[in-house]
């Protein structure tokens, strides 16, 4: 029990990093508040025993460092694929629920590569929780269950901001300014 209570209190401090992630306006200011939680998080990770987890986690903490430095090349990416599915599968000690991590951190890897712009950052991230949130919960870590599906909330609403800033400023036509003059 006292387990659960430290990898819940390590993980709420990691949220802290995440849920900051998704409200800056700067890539590389995204991925080098990820690095830390991902890192907090594969400690807390240890005191649930998921052992999927801290090698998702792990490598995830270097990947976004990585990222978050612009040294993410093609070549280092599918060494990251590789290693997560290899190492994820070999320690993963929970059956199918264990499968979730590794999923997790293929597709954010990928993301990373692939994804530059801000706002399609913010999909990734959300399809990321997502899978989290599941996993956390099946572990017992409701503090970043919790927290997570906070920053998943958070998130959807920036991007549902950013969407109808995008959309207002789509939708100025010329036709409604008036052009006319007055003489002074």
């Given at each position: 029990?006292?387990?659960?209570?430290?990898?819940?209190?390590?993980?709420?401090?990691?949220?802290?990093?995440m849920m900051l992630s998704c409200i800056v306006n700067d890539r590389n200011r995204v991925f080098m508040l990820q690095f830390f939680n991902s890192f907090l998080l594969a400690v807390a990770s240890w005191f649930f025993a998921s052992y999927a987890g801290i090698a998702?986690?792990?490598?995830?903490?270097?990947?976004?460092?990585?990222?978050?430095?612009?040294?993410?090349?093609?070549?280092?990416?599918?060494?990251?694929?590789?290693?997560?599915?290899?190492?994820?599968?070999?320690?993963?000690?929970?059956?199918?629920?264990?499968?979730?991590?590794?999923?997790?951190?293929?597709?954010?890897?990928?993301?990373?590569?692939?994804?530059?712009?801000?706002?399609?950052?913010?999909?990734?991230?959300?399809?990321?929780?997502?899978?989290?949130?599941?996993?956390?919960?099946?572990?017992?870590?409701?503090?970043?269950?919790?927290?997570?599906?906070?920053?998943?909330?958070?998130?959807?609403?920036?991007?549902?901001?950013?969407?109808?800033?995008?959309?207002?400023?789509?939708?100025?036509?010329?036709?409604?300014?008036?052009?006319?003059?007055?003489?002074?």
């Open positions: 029990m006292n387990n659960i209570i430290i990898g819940n209190i390590i993980s709420f401090i990691a949220a802290l990093f998702a986690l792990l490598i995830s903490s270097v990947r976004n460092y990585i990222v978050s430095k612009d040294k993410f090349t093609k070549n280092v990416m599918i060494i990251f694929l590789v290693m997560s599915v290899i190492l994820g599968a070999a320690v993963n000690n929970r059956g199918f629920i264990g499968l979730i991590p590794i999923i997790a951190t293929v597709q954010y890897t990928l993301c990373s590569y692939y994804v530059k712009g801000v706002k399609e950052t913010r999909y990734s991230i959300w399809a990321n929780l997502f899978m989290w949130i599941i996993y956390s919960f099946s572990i017992l870590d409701f503090s970043t269950a919790l927290s997570d599906l906070t920053t998943l909330i958070i998130n959807t609403l920036s991007i549902i901001k950013h969407r109808g800033r995008k959309e207002a400023s789509e939708n100025v036509s010329f036709d409604e300014f008036d052009y006319t003059t007055e003489e002074i």
